[in-house]
């Protein structure tokens, strides 16, 4: 069964960067395609990026191209995002899952999520 | 403002019959692209509950079914319980955004 477990709650100033990892467990890394979500208090999940298997390559959401970067340590089955440039906006809880094998039936496996605080 | 809109609530007393509405457009369910529903209990992340517009991962009850019609989809939940009280989302693909795409949610009390 696969796993996916995240780094801890983060505190961070305005203008700074955020890394967030996520630890594979239960399959290698490279056979999963990661994305990477956040969800504000009260709001719905918004999807940032994640690996497309049918390109081979990260795309990365409208919403924050230039801004985010998705990478992954195959050697440490564990992929990464951070997020650059942060605003009180960005405060929210940051979870990692994987898309179906086939890419388009919906996301299965979820991490537990990371809290990112973005505060002055 | 979500891509998919849903309504901000739903309620039934148990053993009831509710349902859930996704609102999407020409570019994300009317394309066909499949919708995708998730349960959220509180402080949890979200969990896959139907694929593929009517498809139940394995250990989710006949209980909740999913179906589509143009540009919209609904998740039916049947014979309501009291462990059935939630957040859940409506998810899909956008060909216009070019990524994937979430309601906003609907909370469902069971009375």
């Known amino acids: 069964q696969v796993q996916l477990v995240q780094s801890g709650a983060q505190v961070k100033k305005p203008g700074a960067s955020v890394k967030v990892s996520c630890k594979v467990s239960g399959d290698r890394l490279t056979e999963l395609s990661i994305q990477w979500l956040r969800q504000a208090p009260g709001k719905g999940p918004e999807w940032m990026g994640g690996f497309d298997p049918e390109h081979a390559e990260t795309i990365y959401a409208q919403n924050f191209q230039g801004r985010v970067t998705m990478t992954e340590d195959a050697s440490a089955d564990t992929a990464y995002m951070e997020l650059r440039n942060l605003t009180s906006d960005d405060a929210a809880m940051y979870f990692c899952?994987?898309?179906?094998?086939?890419?388009?039936?919906?996301?299965?496996?979820w991490g537990q999520g990371a809290l990112v605080v973005v505060s002055s | 403002q979500s891509v998919l809109s849903q309504p901000p609530s739903v309620s039934g007393a148990p053993g009831q019959r509710v349902t859930i509405s996704c609102t999407g457009s020409r570019s994300n369910i009317g394309a066909r692209y499949d919708v995708h529903w998730y349960q959220q209990l509180p402080g949890t992340a979200p969990k896959l509950l139907i694929s593929g517009d009517d498809d139940r991962p394995s250990g989710v009850p006949d209980r909740f079914s999913g179906s589509r019609s143009g540009t919209s989809a609904s998740l039916a939940i049947t014979g309501l319980q009291a462990e059935d009280e939630a957040d859940y989302y409506c998810h899909s693909y956008d060909n216009d955004l070019g990524g994937w795409v979430f309601g906003g949610g609907t909370k469902l009390t069971v009375l």
């Open positions: 899952a994987t898309a179906s094998t086939d890419y388009w039936s919906g996301f299965p496996h």
